[in-house]
């Protein structure tokens, strides 16, 4: 199975065919016809072996939140629900083989879908973008990121903004990428959260150019204020999953959250509750 994520092709194998049947539509979407010259092919190979400390111990409710990442020279070791493997991280290519325990199957579209999200921030990484903790709110044609901790308000943005006719990404994970000459876009992936479907009211464009980000504060007010760069490339660090845990590798993302930071006007959105901060949306563009 080749799938097209982020402007990179993933070559899924291994699978087992029950196993198939439950990968999401969101998935099977991107399912490419042919490889892509112009685009990197990273590889995802999957057994299944029945080893005794793989066997699942309890429910599973957060696959992020479970999953282990320990940086090698090489690449990674991985270990999340009954699977465990290593990624080998070229300079332009990924290879993750994956050992999944059989019982697996109960979690197959989740164990799949969590090792891609690894490898998506690591090839994003290599493109010289990220894959941001992050909701996505799309007003005329241009894209606002809208960055923050659990709980400071992406969810409920999300949901206002698709109430009164803007578009959104995700609220969840979105993809950012350089498009040439200072410029940054924003690309969708098919990446849900751990609880219940996001809102999702996707714009029409394969990719959207990205015009600001802003740091969600909520407040009794609605103003956007200016943040250092400092404190704004911070504050995207802490938004990055899995990488940001990558001490070998922060030099090579470091460099290009400060050009990020530089080319996109980063803010702080403080908030209220309601629907009146989309008109600081609707100003931006």
């Known amino acids: 199975?080749?799938?097209?994520?982020?402007?990179?092709?993933?070559?899924?194998?291994?699978?087992?065919?029950?196993?198939?049947?439950?990968?999401?539509?969101?998935?099977?979407?991107?399912?490419?016809?042919?490889?892509?010259?112009?685009?990197?092919?990273?590889?995802?190979?999957?057994?299944?072996?029945?080893?005794?400390?793989?066997?699942?111990?309890?429910?599973?409710?957060?696959?992020?939140?479970?999953?282990?990442?320990?940086?090698?020279?090489?690449?990674?070791?991985?270990?999340?629900?009954?699977?465990?493997?290593?990624?080998?991280?070229?300079?332009?290519?990924l290879h993750l083989q994956l050992v999944c325990h059989?019982?697996?199957?109960?979690?197959?579209?989740?164990?799949?879908?969590?090792?891609?999200?690894?490898?998506?921030?690591?090839?994003?990484?290599?493109?010289?973008?990220?894959?941001?903790?992050?909701?996505?709110?799309?007003?005329?044609?241009?894209?606002?990121?809208?960055?923050?901790?659990?709980?400071?308000?992406?969810?409920?943005?999300?949901?206002?903004?698709?109430?009164?006719g803007l578009d959104v990404i995700s609220d969840d994970i979105n993809v950012v990428l350089p498009a040439g000459s200072g410029a940054w876009k924003v690309v969708p992936v098919p990446f849900t959260g751990s609880g219940e479907a996001p809102p999702v009211s996707l714009p029409a464009a394969e990719e959207v150019s990205l015009e600001r980000i802003l740091e969600l504060n909520q407040s009794r007010d609605n103003r956007i204020s200016a943040v250092s760069p400092a404190s704004a490339v911070a504050s995207l660090y802490s938004c990055l999953p899995f990488i940001n845990g990558d001490e070998l590798r922060s030099g090579t993302f470091l460099g290009a959250l400060t050009s990020l930071v530089r080319d996109v006007p980063f803010g702080r959105m403080d908030f209220r509750r309601d629907s009146g901060f989309l008109g600081l949306l609707r100003r931006a563009s």
Request: hydrophobic share 45%; aromatic share 6%.
């Open 102 to 164: 059989p019982r697996g199957y109960e979690w197959c579209a989740s164990i799949i879908e969590n090792a891609l999200r690894v490898m998506v921030a690591y090839a994003v990484m290599q493109q010289g973008g990220f894959m941001v903790h992050s909701a996505c709110v799309v007003s005329e044609g241009r894209a606002q990121l809208l960055v923050g901790h659990s709980g400071a308000g992406k969810s409920t943005c999300s949901r206002m903004a698709i109430e009164h």
């Open 1 to 93: 199975m080749l799938l097209k994520l982020a402007d990179a092709c993933f070559d899924v194998q291994g699978i087992p065919r029950e196993w198939r049947r439950h990968v999401p539509d969101r998935f099977l979407g991107r399912v490419a016809p042919a490889r892509d010259a112009a685009l990197p092919v990273h590889r995802l190979s999957v057994a299944i072996e029945k080893l005794g400390h793989l066997a699942p111990t309890s429910n599973v409710v957060d696959f992020t939140a479970i999953t282990r990442i320990v940086p090698t020279e090489r690449g990674i070791d991985y270990v999340s629900v009954c699977c465990e493997g290593t990624m080998v991280v070229d300079s332009d290519r």
